[in-house]
């Protein structure tokens, strides 16, 4: 059963550190989304990726985070400066055309 | 703007009850529908979809939901629910396109007395 994967599952970092998170894809699937999920806002959409370009980004602070996908199998959600208020986790979805969303397991990210 | 609401935030329902958790969505056009489903601590998983046809879809574990166009509706359904439901209940929608962002609305956390 193919996956998404994601790591690390878990990240402790100090406030003013960089934080970098990693999604490899399902095989074939050629469109990427980051969500971030919290209990006071849900599911937010960050950002998302068709054949590695980046479609939308509008939900996400962009003075301290980026979004890439350097290949096909790999995408990045980059903070820099990480804020306590960033702790979340971080979910990566990939589809391919109109399929259905595959989540990974997510990142849960803590900054102290 | 597009949006998805899910207006009930939580739900505390005895074993054997019948469930319905409500979706509303504000978009323009053929859109595509999901209910997404997070046990504690897991990730989400798809339990059922809507994109053209037969407006009652079944999904898995018993649950169905059922596409209202005119309401801009997509209500989960399960006649008799079980202490495994617990968990937390996400409704999707996106536009008709591959390209299409995809929205999810704040969840519906769901209990179940045993």
């Known amino acids: 059963d193919a996956r998404v994967t994601q790591t690390p599952r878990h990240k402790v970092t100090e406030m003013g550190q960089e934080v970098t998170m990693r999604c490899q894809p399902i095989?074939?699937?050629?469109?990427v989304f980051w969500y971030r999920q919290t209990m006071m806002q849900g599911l937010e959409l960050l950002a998302y990726?068709?054949?590695?370009?980046?479609?939308?980004d509008s939900g996400m602070p962009k003075d301290r985070f980026s979004a890439e996908m350097p290949d096909a199998t790999l995408a990045t959600l980059k903070i820099q400066p990480s804020e306590p208020r960033d702790s979340a986790v971080y979910f990566c979805?990939?589809?391919?055309?109109?399929?259905?969303?595959?989540f990974g397991n997510g990142t849960r990210l803590t900054v102290t | 703007a597009q949006s998805v609401s899910q207006h009930n935030h939580h739900v505390i329902l005895s074993e054997a009850a019948s469930l319905e958790l409500g979706c509303n969505y504000s978009?323009?056009?053929?859109?595509?529908l999901f209910w997404y489903v997070q046990y504690p601590g897991q990730h989400l998983q798809l339990l059922l979809k809507?994109?053209?046809?037969?407006?009652l879809v079944k999904g898995i574990k018993g649950f169905e939901a059922e596409f209202i166009k005119s309401k801009f509706s997509f209500n989960l359904r399960k006649p008799s629910v079980q202490w495994s439901d617990t968990a937390e209940y996400f409704c999707?929608?996106?536009?008709?396109?591959?390209?299409?962002?995809?929205?999810f609305g704040s969840g519906t956390r769901l209990s179940i007395r045993p």
């Open positions: 095989l074939g699937h050629n469109t």
């Open positions: 978009y323009g056009g053929t859109v595509n």
């Open positions: 979805a990939t589809r391919s055309g109109r399929s259905p969303l595959h």
């Open positions: 809507y994109f053209s046809g037969d407006p």
């Open positions: 990726f068709r054949n590695r370009a980046p479609l939308d």
């Open positions: 999707a929608v996106t536009l008709y396109s591959s390209a299409s962002k995809i929205i």
